[in-house]
């Protein structure tokens, strides 16, 4: 079999710039709501904390000259709003902007594309302390910080991300888990209902500039549920459940078929966690984006028999089985769909896909990273397939381009093709930052 992807075809490395950056306090920078809440005790294992991370602050040659090494041609990552408006509104950063000039500079001179989110969750934490996403203000806030977004770096950026993974906000507010810690559903569907507005004007006012080459969407992440029998109710009604109302459907709907689905307004009614809509937000939320990106981890299959087993198991303080299983190679399934279902008529990106080690301190063991190779070559296949059944994927990003600061999960969970070391912040090669450039090298996987 041959797996030569189309010429042309986009490779990249992803990463999100609360996870790396670092220089929390430093060149003028506000803090996030991130900030804010790992510093409370218990939020994050390990207590690790996003201050330094991977210092790309300060070592953003590194970062490109390792990009260069693995070949990619284009550099996913996100501007932090606290870094450009430290405050949320009013003043803007200069040392802010200098950074990203800076970092685009070097990508432009490497032969790198830039793809760059305008929000991967560090919000201002001055806005949160506002009520955040569920102050209908955001839609302001937001507008201007993309207005001063698109004024500086317009046409400098091929590809603009308005949002990278909604369901954050959600769980963020929802499940408190996530920054802010809030637990209050009905406040959280509020949050995304005002954050879709707050894409669709940011889409209005893009298009308003009549860029040549810049492009915009959104990413939104896809993790399918499927129902282990679909002749068992209970299988079914989890899978359904778990997709239409804490996941992808809560944001594909609106903004490719226009307003919430039918399951979804039924459940929000039983609940009574319908958020205020306002007339006219869901043709806003509509807009006609030039493409989008889906993260891709994973693919679950919901077994309510197996599940009651492993919790009673769990419970019990047995041998209960906490590594996820992968069904990577349904990402063809998943892909036609997605798109089918939502008449999803614009290019695609897998806008992010990676594995992480998990809890692993060996660094000789970290650096033989086989089985992340393993994964990302199934999924590869797997996306090739979907492309060659008529799929229009125009390129991957691999996530990451080393270990960053993973969220709750602190330091613990390793995404990177590069190995960080967080004491001395040197970063070096795993196994697969050579299996990757091969792939780059050879535009797809080698027979
Ligand atoms: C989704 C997010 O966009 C990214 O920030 C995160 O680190 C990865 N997936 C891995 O969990």
């Given at each position: 079999?041959?797996?030569?992807?189309?010429?042309?075809?986009?490779?990249?490395?992803?990463?999100?710039?609360?996870?790396?950056?670092?220089?929390m306090r430093e060149g003028g920078r506000g803090l996030s709501n991130w900030d804010v809440f790992s510093h409370i005790p218990g939020t994050i294992s390990g207590g690790g904390v996003p201050d330094v991370a991977c210092d790309s602050y300060h070592l953003l040659d590194r970062d490109i000259a390792m990009m260069k090494e693995l070949g990619v041609n284009?550099?996913?990552?996100?501007?932090?709003?606290?870094?450009?408006?430290?405050?949320?509104?009013?003043?803007?950063?200069?040392?802010?902007i200098a950074y990203y000039k800076k970092l685009l500079a070097g990508l432009k001179e490497a032969g790198i594309t830039a793809n760059a989110t305008m929000f991967h969750w560090d919000l201002p934490y001055a806005l949160q302390v506002k009520g955040g996403f569920?102050?209908?203000?955001?839609?302001?806030?937001?507008?201007?910080?993309?207005?001063?977004?698109?004024?500086?770096?317009?046409?400098?950026?091929?590809?603009?991300?308005?949002?990278?993974?909604?369901?954050?906000?959600?769980?963020?507010?929802?499940?408190?888990?996530?920054?802010?810690?809030?637990?209050d559903e009905a406040y959280a569907r509020q949050c995304c209902h005002n954050l879709l507005v707050c894409h669709g004007e940011t889409v209005k006012?893009?298009?308003s500039r009549n860029y040549k080459n810049a492009k915009i969407g959104i990413v939104v992440d896809v993790w399918k549920h499927y129902p282990a029998d679909p002749e068992n109710p209970e299988d079914v009604a989890a899978a359904a459940a778990a997709n239409e109302t804490e996941g992808y459907g809560m944001y594909l709907h609106p903004l490719f078929l226009g307003g919430y689905s039918r399951y979804l307004n039924a459940y929000m009614k039983e609940q009574d966690v319908m958020p205020d809509i306002m007339s006219g937000d869901f043709e806003t939320i509509r807009q006609k984006v030039d493409f989008y990106g889906m993260n891709f981890y994973n693919v679950l299959i919901d077994d309510s028999a197996k599940q009651r087993r492993l919790a009673a198991e769990q419970s019990e303080g047995g041998n209960y089985q906490n590594r996820p299983e992968y069904h990577t190679e349904l990402l063809d399934k998943v892909l036609k769909e997605i798109v089918e279902e939502y008449g999803i008529d614009v290019p695609l990106f897998i806008s992010e896909n990676g594995l992480p080690q998990v809890g692993m301190t060996d660094r000789e063991a970290i650096l033989d990273d086989q089985e992340r190779i393993d994964y990302l070559d199934k999924v590869l296949k797997t996306l090739h397939k979907a492309m060659q059944g008529g799929i229009d994927v125009r390129g991957y990003y691999l996530w990451s381009?080393?270990?960053?600061?993973?969220?709750?999960?602190?330091?613990?969970?390793?995404?990177g093709i590069y190995y960080t070391d967080f004491e001395t912040l040197e970063r070096i090669p795993k196994k697969s930052a050579a299996w990757y450039a091969g792939v780059i090298r050879h535009n797809g996987l080698p027979e």
């Open positions: 079999m041959n797996y030569t992807f189309p010429e042309n075809f986009i490779w990249g490395v992803a990463t999100a710039a609360q996870q790396i950056e670092g220089g284009s550099y996913r990552f996100s501007f932090s709003w606290p870094r450009i408006i430290p405050d949320g509104t009013g003043e803007v950063n200069p040392e802010g569920g102050n209908r203000d955001m839609t302001g806030w937001f507008l201007n910080y993309a207005k001063v977004l698109l004024d500086n770096f317009g046409e400098d950026i091929e590809y603009w991300v308005t949002f990278n993974e909604p369901i954050a906000t959600f769980v963020g507010n929802a499940k408190g888990f996530f920054a802010p810690g809030l637990c006012l893009f298009r381009l080393m270990d960053n600061f993973e969220w709750s999960a602190g330091y613990e969970h390793r995404f």
